[in-house]
């Protein structure tokens, strides 16, 4: 049975959400979307989410149908935000998945800082901030589905949103190692520059340092 949906770029936050989903949801079945629309890191993602699926599949962890959609800019011209691309797909995908009722959120608290003091003094996600582009996306997901969505989201031991370095932490090494994060790669590998690239280079210098 299908209860629930994550959008998985390949990513450090999706990849975790989706491991920790899979293993404390064994008799359920989530949809794993994948949205190719970027072209600067289009083959990246998508063999960063190929290989995470088939990690899970080579550990027992099959509870999930895969689908992917496309997005084509053509003459669209201007800034739009990732999320902002990726939520029309993301609504027609959960229309076509009707009892699908629980949508998987990935933030993490470098992110999404704001949600991060919010859950912190006692917060919940239906008490957020509705003007907040983030529940704008959410209310888009909704209205193309035709139904009203659960939300979740994975907290840390203070009551905000998990970092990434709790969440590499806890995820298996060679699970984190199929990853992508970078969002400028260069000829093919990781700038180590961009934000997510800097994001995961301070979580992985914490590990190291308090390991040895």
Request: hydrophobic share 35%; net charge positive; aromatic share 10%.
């Amino acid at each position: 049975m299908i209860t629930a949906f994550v959008n998985l770029s390949g990513g450090v936050d999706s990849t975790y959400y989706l491991w920790r989903w899979l293993r404390e949801h064994p008799e359920e079945t989530i949809v794993v979307h994948h949205c190719l629309f970027l072209k600067r890191r289009l083959t990246q993602e998508k063999n960063a989410c190929d290989n995470v699926l088939n990690y899970f599949r080579s550990v027992g962890l099959n509870n999930f149908r895969y689908v992917e959609t496309g997005i084509q800019r053509g003459t669209l011209q201007g800034k739009i935000l990732d999320i902002e691309l990726l939520s029309a797909n993301t609504g027609v995908a959960l229309k076509l998945n009707p009892s699908a009722k629980t949508l998987l959120l990935p933030y993490c608290k470098e992110e999404t800082s704001a949600l991060d003091v919010h859950l912190k003094g006692g917060g919940t996600i239906e008490t957020y901030d509705h003007n907040h582009r983030y529940w704008k996306v959410n209310q888009v997901y909704e209205l193309l589905a035709g139904r009203e969505l659960q939300y979740h989201f994975y907290r840390s031991p203070d009551g905000g949103l998990l970092s990434k370095r709790e969440m590499i932490q806890e995820m298996p090494k060679e699970l984190f190692e199929k990853t992508w994060y970078c969002r400028r790669p260069r000829e093919g590998e990781v700038c180590g520059k961009c934000h997510t690239c800097r994001k995961v280079n301070r979580a992985l210098e914490y590990i190291r340092s308090h390991e040895a």
